[in-house]
């Protein structure tokens, strides 16, 4: 698995003042168009909020789910490497505790492991893992990990208790973008009509493809606005299943033969020459 | 470790630079918290923290230290992370970018101390900047959001990958690669997996 961080909204600034620029240039031209004025029924844009809360109690009221993504993240958002990381992870959940998620790309396979009691990180390619104490909910869960060992479990925004509250606390608006037609991709797969959302936040902005009917997520894609070349995180969601039938013993990581527990770092205690760290 | 006589100069100057940026009238801004941020900054910095002060189209201006970070704009304010923090600002200078931990200040924006490492802020018209572990901005109206972090950094003495060619041994009560006469003991760090570099 590797360590998605689903992003993180940071300041708006220029981006904002030029998005805001275009935007009322936007409303003033469509506010002057005759056809606009001509057509008093024309109605009015769904509510993005609205559409965001909906999508977010529904994540919120399953109690055991599963789901698909393929993630790409631009090289320039990843430490040392200079090839985007293409990847697929699998997410299972069952509240309020419990997360199995794994993802495999060009550089092997991560898997996290959260049964209530300990969390698991396995480098399956290397045949490493780590396992910590970790007596929390999710919510706990992902907040402890990125508190103490600097990262979340992929796509963790998408399995907390309140998801409405996650996207707010990253975004500062959220905009009603238009509708759009998605496809899982497979060959035999049926479009989605879904609607399209811009959440703005501090360096980021997101697009949400929402699906009109299920109300289920099925695109997001990040653009960080601030740094060089606006790189990018696109995750498209598949395989939605709200009432996953799972065992207690998915969520539990029981080493193979040959598996090497190694440390997993907390990151307080990364600063200086590990070397030097050690040997006192 | 700097001697004593250079750590008083230092925190006094610093504490100089200080109280000129923030007028005491500006609302908004917290002076005693920079004062404390700078000072736990200076007892932080170690060997290679140095405060600077330049000069830049006739106003005082900042510098900043490897590994310890000093500031002084006309109107800004300074802070320094606690893993060695970056400096800087004042008025139209841009913002400073670290490996670690990161304080920026913009005019008239104020320095903010994140709970895990002061990394930090600003307001006024500088872009917010990312810290490859977390982030506290500060907002015009000191509106702090905190955010996750996202792809970490890799500090000193950690590889991502191990030289082709090595045998695996057991050093120092861990199972390692060895290579080139160089032990490389696994981790996992920030959610990846990376090599501690060990010279034996």
């Keep these: 698995m590797k360590h998605t961080h689903t ?18 240039l936007a409303l003033l031209a469509a506010g002057s168009s005759p056809m606009r004025a001509a057509d008093p029924t024309a109605a009015a844009p769904p509510n993005a909020d609205k559409i965001l809360r909906a999508a977010s109690a529904k994540l919120a009221a399953a109690r055991q789910f599963s789901f698909k993504a393929h993630r790409e993240i631009d090289a320039a958002l990843l ?32 898997q996290a492991y959260a049964d209530g009691k300990t969390f698991s990180l396995v480098d399956a390619g290397m045949n490493f893992y780590a396992t910590v104490p970790m007596r929390t909910s999710l919510d706990g ?20 208790s309140n998801p409405y509250k996650e996207f707010h606390r990253q975004a500062r608006t959220v905009t009603y973008l238009g509708p759009g037609s998605y496809s899982e991709g497979s060959p035999n797969s049926e479009s989605v009509d879904c609607h399209r959302l811009l959440l703005s936040g501090h360096g980021v902005e997101a697009e949400v493809w929402v699906g009109v009917n299920d109300q289920l997520i099925r695109k997001l894609v990040a653009t960080f606005i601030d740094r060089p070349g606006n790189p990018q995180i696109r995750i498209e969601f598949a395989d939605w299943n709200l009432a996953a039938q799972v065992t207690d013993g998915e969520f539990t990581y029981v080493p193979p033969p040959g598996a090497v527990q190694i440390p997993m770092k907390p990151t307080a205690e990364m600063a200086g020459d590990p070397a030097k760290r050690d040997a006192k | 470790m700097l001697e004593l006589g250079q750590f008083i100069h230092k925190h006094i100057q610093l504490m100089k630079l200080f109280a000129n940026s923030f007028p005491s009238s500006r609302p908004g801004t917290k002076p005693g918290l920079l004062l404390f941020i700078a000072a736990v900054a200076l007892l932080l910095g170690g060997s290679q923290s140095y405060a600077a ?7 005082t201006v900042a510098a900043a230290g490897p590994n310890g970070a000093v500031v002084a704009g006309p109107n800004g304010a300074a802070a320094v992370g606690r893993n060695g923090g970056v400096a800087v600002a004042g008025s139209y200078r841009p913002p400073v970018y670290s490996s670690t931990k990161v304080v920026v ?5 104020v320095a903010v101390a994140g ?20 982030v506290v901005v500060a907002g015009p109206n000191a509106a702090v959001v905190v955010q996750r972090s996202y792809a970490p950094c ?7 990958v191990v030289p082709t060619g090595y045998t695996t041994v057991y050093y120092g009560g861990y199972n390692c690669y060895f290579v080139g006469g160089v032990y490389y003991r696994p981790e996992f760090y920030g959610g990846s997996t990376v090599y501690v570099v060990v010279k034996p």
């Design chain 1, 7 to 24: 992003p993180a909204f940071a300041a708006l600034r220029r981006g904002k003042q030029n998005l805001l620029a275009a935007l009322g």
């Design chain 2, 105 to 109: 200040a913009g005019p008239n924006g």
């Design chain 1, 141 to 160: 869960l992902v907040d402890k990990i990125d508190e103490k060992y600097g990262f979340t479990p992929p796509l963790a925004e998408f399995v907390l």
């Design chain 2, 154 to 160: 890799y500090p000193y003495g950690y590889v991502r």
């Design chain 2, 115 to 134: 709970p895990n490492g002061a990394v930090a802020v600003t307001g006024g018209y500088h872009p917010p900047v990312y810290s490859s572990t977390k």
């Design chain 2, 53 to 59: 002060r330049g000069y830049y189209g006739g106003k």
């Design chain 1, 79 to 110: 430490v040392g490497r200079d090839v985007a990381e293409d990847a697929e992870v699998e997410v299972t959940v069952q509240r309020p505790n419990k997360v199995f998620a794994v993802g495999k790309s060009q550089l092997g396979e991560r």
